[in-house]
T-cell receptor, first 112, second 112 residues
């Protein structure tokens, strides 16, 4: 799976939007962009994924650049419960193992 | 809601003991995974299974074995626990190898 680059940490205030960036300049045409998060002392949690178009679900939105070399996870109104490490992962659908390769991720802190 | 449960949140075992970690999913997923998570190393795949009684080695299978006798249950076995197997163990399941994975809460195993 191709490599991603994320900031080590970010801070946000409660109730404000959060934009978490991810660079993936070596993305291939068959790579999907997945986001997971991991709350303290819990297993990772799937957030959202996309290929080319922007995606929305109940948890977040995913904005994908036109050249697909970067993407942004958007939390529309951060809550204290959103404090977690967020991982941006590229997954090639041709892969046979299916395992997720987590990088260091971005640690998001949310201030009340 | 999707549910993956693991038999224990915390476990302390002695060197040389045989250790069983159990994982159960209620989503009728074909695929199940065992990872370990260590600081600075991210998640590493130990074994995965794509069907009952079928298993494949992941990136770090040495010292581990697995069992999948029923679709909903995937067990990780440490035949003779060693101190370097002290880690957080995470189980996950997915509908297919390329779909999102759902994780359990993790088992923090300490081998003394």
């Amino acid at each position: 799976d191709a490599k991603t680059t994320q900031p080590n940490s970010m801070e946000s205030n409660e109730e404000e939007p959060v934009h978490l960036p991810c660079n993936h300049s070596t993305i291939s045409g068959t790579d999907y962009i997945h986001w997971y998060r991991q709350l303290p002392s819990q297993g990772p949690e799937y957030v959202i994924h996309g290929l080319t178009s922007n995606v929305n679900n109940r948890m977040a939105s995913l904005a994908i650049a036109e050249d697909r070399k970067s993407s942004t996870l958007i939390l529309h109104r951060a809550t204290l419960r959103d404090a977690a490490v967020y991982y941006c992962i590229l997954r090639d659908l041709r892969g046979s193992q299916g395992n997720l390769i987590f990088g260091k991720g971005t640690k998001l802190s949310v201030k009340p | 809601d999707v549910k993956v449960t693991q038999s224990s949140r915390y476990l302390v075992k002695r060197t040389g003991e045989k250790v069983f970690l159990e994982c159960v999913q209620d989503m009728d997923h074909e695929n199940m995974f065992w990872y370990r998570q260590d600081p600075g190393l991210g998640l590493r795949l130990i074994y995965f299974s794509y069907d009952v009684k079928m298993k494949e080695k992941g990136d770090i299978p040495e010292g581990y074995s697995v069992s999948r006798e029923k679709k909903e249950r995937f067990s990780l076995i440490l035949e003779s626990a060693s101190t370097n197997q002290t880690s957080m163990y995470l189980c996950a399941s997915s509908f297919s190898l390329v779909y999102e994975q759902y994780f359990g809460p993790g088992t923090r195993l300490t081998v003394t």
